[in-house]
């Protein structure tokens, strides 16, 4: 199993430009879930899913955030346009139902 | 609303000495906690968890934690530390119905010192 795949691993855009983050859970995970992770805020939940269908989407942060899972093995969370305080490292998990598996993250940089 | 305590942003240790990460939570019914590690530009990793059972929680690496129920603590343990040990550790809560999504604590920073 290759564990919960995330790309890209980095990612420097202008401010105003469209981001796209990818995220490939494990296979029969039926929950995933987008977390973002700063200095100041710590690990905040951004939005989960459970078999494909949004749950609780109360974390992201506002209109300019939008996530989507087309189907069980892809979801991807989408910032249009970013701004320089959308830089961070935004992790995506998954689970069965308990624990959480993570991926690597993506370290999103916004200029 | 649930909620996660760690009170020390750090956590310094000589190695093989025991150490102790502290954790306290609040949860509405009854709750499943976890450990988990950070190492430097990597994500989280699963160290540990408590659903129901036995108070003391054995996991990965030597670690241990003690479910304490009156407390609401689940502190992190070991019995003599690495400075491989040395990472950010994050507890965190789950009711055991409903909302699926873990609750983050802000993290302890472990320094293990040679």
């Known amino acids: 199993d290759a564990g919960v795949i995330q790309s890209p691993r980095h990612e420097v855009t202008e401010m105003g430009q469209e981001v796209t983050l990818r995220c490939k859970p494990i296979?029969?995970?039926?929950?995933l879930f987008w977390y973002r992770q700063t200095m100041m805020r710590g690990l905040e939940l951004l939005i989960y899913?459970?078999?494909?269908?949004?749950?609780?989407d109360s974390g992201m942060p506002e209109d300019r955030f939008s996530a989507k899972m087309p189907n069980a093995s892809f979801s991807t969370l989408k910032i249009q346009p970013s701004e320089p305080r959308d830089s961070a490292v935004y992790f995506c998990?998954?689970?069965?139902?308990?624990?959480?598996?993570f991926g690597s993250g993506t370290r999103l940089t916004v200029v | 609303a649930q909620s996660v305590a760690q009170p020390e942003d750090q956590v310094n240790v000589a190695e093989g000495n025991p150490l102790t990460v502290k954790c306290t939570y609040s949860?509405?019914?009854?709750?499943?906690l976890f450990w988990y590690v950070q190492y430097p530009n990597r994500g989280l990793q699963f160290l540990l968890k408590?659903?129901?059972?036995?108070?003391l929680v054995k996991g990965s690496y030597g670690f241990e934690a003690e479910f304490n129920k009156s407390q609401t603590s689940f502190h992190l343990k070991k019995p003599s530390a690495l400075v491989s040990d040395s990472a950010l550790y994050f507890c965190?809560?789950?009711?055991?119905?409903?909302?699926?999504?873990?609750?983050f604590g802000s993290g302890t920073r472990l320094q293990v010192q040679p």
């Open positions: 998990a998954s689970s069965p139902g308990g624990g959480y598996t």
């Open positions: 296979s029969g995970h039926d929950y």
């Open positions: 899913f459970n078999n494909n269908v949004p749950i609780d």
């Open positions: 949860v509405s019914g009854n709750p499943y």
């Open positions: 408590y659903i129901t059972g036995d108070n």
């Open positions: 965190a809560v789950q009711k055991d119905t409903g909302r699926r999504a873990l609750t």
